[in-house]
C-alpha cells in the first residue's frame, strides 16, 4: 500500500510539473493610469477644496493636465518583492504674480508649475513585512480618510512627494508574544528638498527669510489593538523636521545676514534623536509632530463607527500637552457595500492657544538678568531659521490652513496659523455607475499669536464632484465632474470647475517562448 500511495504521488507531482511547464509562467503585473483634466476658476487660485489632498497638482486658477502613471505593485503574498513606479504630469497652468523688491523698487514676477515634471518615481524592496524604497512615493494617512478628512496634520498627501529614502512595516504587523493583541507600524524618511526654484521666485526678498537645499526627515510610529475585534485604538506619534541647508535673512530689502549649514551626516542622527548640537543650547533643525489616536468600533459586518484626534505640537513646546485644545478632532462612519452614504466625516479644526503667545529664550538674549525660559508662541508651521512647513508652497502636513502658495505679497510664511474651524464631508452612489462626494469647510483666521490682525477673517469653502464608472462601454473608461468654491476674505472668493477621462488597467508581462 505504500509503494502504491508513493508512486501516486510522484505521478501526480510530474503531471503537475508538466501542466506548469505547458502553461505561460506568471508574470509580473503592471497597472496604469491615464487622465486628462482641465479646471477653470474666477479667483487667483482654484477654490481650495478641489485641490487639496492631490499631491499638489492642480492649484493654480486654470489648467489642462494629463497625468499617467505606470506602477509595478508588491506581491504580498511573497516572501521578497519588489516594486517600481513612474508618474509624469504635462500641460498648461495659470501663472500667478508675486510681489517682489528689487533692491530699489516694488515689481511683480510670475511663476507657474512646470510643464512637465515628476510626480513620483521610486524602486521597492520588501522582505517579509519590511520593506525599503528609494525616490518620490506618494504617502497617505494612517489616522483620517484621505478622501474626505480636511487632512492629516503632520503628512497628508497635500503636497508633491518628496525625494528620499523610507524604509518601515507593511501596514500593522503583530508584536511577538501578545499573540495578536498589539501590532506596530512605523516610517522613517529622510529627503532632499527640490523646491529652491519656487522659494526663490515666490519670495518678495524683502522681510523674513529663505531656506534653501534644505533636508527632510519624517518619522512615525503607531500601535494597534486587534483589528478583529469590535474595538480597536490606534495610538501613537508622528514627527518631521528640516535640516541642513542654507539661511538668508531679509529686513528692509536688505539681505541682513546668512548661515550655511550644509550636510553633515551627524545631522542625520541628531535629527532622529532631536538634541542640542549647534553650541547656543537649541536643539538641531526644526521640528513638528503630533500626537494620534484613533478608535474604531465596528456594529456589525457592514457598519462602523470611528473617532480620531491629532494633537500638534512645534519644536517640543507642545509635546507636554500645554497648548490647550489645538489639535484636530473626528467622528467618522463608514458601511460596507454601494449605498447612498458610503462614508461621512465630520471634524473639529483648533490652532489658537499655541502654547500661549509668549516666547522667551534666554539664549537669544545674551548677558540678560532673566533666568528662565517662557516656552511659547510655537507658530506652528513655521519656523525662525528654516521654511514653512511646504513643499513647493503646498502644505505637506494639513491643507486646512492658508499655505504660502497663496501669498500673492510674496510672504513666504503662513500668515494664518492661528485659526479654528469645521469640516464635513460624505461619500456614496447613486447607483451601480455614479459615486459621489461632497464636502464643506468653515475657517475663522486670526493671523498668528505673534502677529495678529485686528480683525479675524473668515472663509467657506464648499465642494460637490461625481465620478461615472464607463466600463460598459470601453473597459477602464471613467468620467469625473467637481464644482467648488471659497467664499470670504480669509482665501478670497472663487468658483471653479474641474472635469476629467480617466483611463486605467492592469497591463501583463509578455512571457519568453
Known amino acids: 500500500m505504500f509503494a502504491k500511495h508513493l508512486t501516486n504521488r510522484l505521478l501526480l507531482t510530474v503531471a503537475a510539473m508538466g501542466v506548469a511547464m505547458a502553461s505561460p509562467a506568471a508574470q509580473p503585473r503592471l497597472d496604469y493610469d491615464v487622465s486628462l483634466s482641465a479646471t477653470a476658476s474666477s479667483g487667483d487660485f482654484a477654490p481650495s477644496l478641489l485641490s487639496v489632498l492631490n499631491q499638489g497638482k492642480n492649484p493654480m486658477k486654470n489648467s489642462v493636465l494629463l497625468d499617467a502613471s505606470l506602477v509595478k505593485p508588491l506581491d504580498l503574498d511573497r516572501r521578497f518583492n519588489w516594486s517600481a513606479g513612474v508618474e509624469i504630469v504635462t500641460g498648461y497652468d495659470h501663472a500667478a504674480d508675486y510681489c517682489y523688491y528689487d533692491g530699489d523698487s516694488w515689481t511683480v514676477r510670475s511663476w507657474r508649475p512646470g510643464a512637465f515634471r515628476v510626480q513620483q518615481l521610486f524602486g521597492e524592496l520588501k522582505y517579509r513585512s519590511v520593506y525599503l524604497y528609494v525616490g518620490m512615493k506618494n504617502e497617505f494617512s494612517k489616522i483620517v480618510d484621505s478622501g474626505l478628512s480636511s487632512g492629516d496634520l503632520i503628512y497628508s498627501g497635500n503636497a508633491r512627494a518628496i525625494p528620499g529614502v523610507g524604509a518601515g512595516f507593511l501596514d500593522f504587523q503583530n508584536i511577538p508574544f501578545t499573540r495578536g493583541w498589539v501590532q506596530i507600524e512605523g516610517r522613517i524618511m529622510y529627503g532632499k528638498m527640490a523646491d529652491n526654484d519656487f522659494v526663490e521666485r515666490q519670495f518678495n526678498h524683502y522681510n523674513e527669510h529663505i531656506a534653501l537645499s534644505t533636508y527632510y526627515v519624517y518619522r512615525r510610529c503607531y500601535f494597534r489593538t486587534n483589528p478583529l475585534q469590535p474595538l480597536s485604538v490606534t495610538v501613537g506619534m508622528q514627527t518631521a523636521g528640516f535640516f541642513g541647508g542654507r539661511t538668508y535673512w531679509y529686513g528692509a530689502g536688505r539681505l541682513q545676514r546668512e548661515q550655511n549649514r550644509g550636510f553633515r551626516i551627524k545631522d542625520v542622527f541628531k535629527m532622529f534623536f532631536p538634541i ?20 474604531r468600533y465596528r456594529i456589525d459586518d457592514a457598519n462602523e463607527v470611528g473617532a480620531y484626534f491629532e494633537w500638534p ?20 462612519y463608514r458601511r460596507a457595500g454601494r449605498h447612498l452614504v458610503n462614508k461621512a466625516v465630520v471634524e473639529y479644526i483648533d490652532f489658537r492657544n499655541q502654547s500661549g503667545p509668549l516666547h522667551y529664550a534666554t539664549g537669544d538674549h545674551p548677558g540678560t538678568t532673566i533666568p528662565s525660559d517662557v516656552n511659547g508662541g510655537d507658530n506652528y508651521f513655521n519656523n525662525n531659521t528654516y521654511n514653512s512647513y511646504a513643499n513647493y508652497g503646498m502644505s505637506i502636513g494639513t491643507p486646512f490652513l492658508v499655505a504660502p502658495l497663496y501669498n500673492l505679497d510674496g510672504y513666504p510664511a503662513y500668515i494664518f496659523n492661528r ?29 498668528s499669536g505673534r502677529l495678529p490682525f485686528a480683525r479675524a477673517r473668515e472663509n467657506f469653502s464648499f465642494m460637490a464632484g461625481a465620478d461615472y464608472d464607463a466600463s460598459s462601454l470601453v473597459r477602464g473608461l471613467g468620467f469625473g465632474c467637481k464644482v467648488g468654491l471659497d467664499a470670504g476674505r480669509l482665501r478670497g472668493d472663487s468658483f471653479g470647475a474641474t472635469i476629467a477621462v480617466r483611463y486605467s488597467g492592469s497591463l501583463t508581462k509578455p512571457s519568453k517562448k
Open 276 to 295: 542640542t548640537g549647534n553650541g547656543d543650547e537649541f536643539i538641531e533643525g526644526s521640528s513638528l509632530g503630533s500626537w494620534d489616536f484613533k478608535a
Open 419 to 447: 485659526a479654528r474651524g469645521f469640516h464635513a464631508a460624505v461619500a456614496g452612489d447613486l447607483g451601480d455607475k455614479v459615486a459621489y462626494t461632497v464636502k464643506l469647510s468653515y475657517q475663522k483666521g486670526y493671523a
Open 313 to 332: 505640537w512645534e519644536d517640543g513646546s507642545g509635546i507636554g500637552r500645554r497648548n490647550g485644545w489645538d489639535g484636530l478632532w473626528g467622528i467618522e
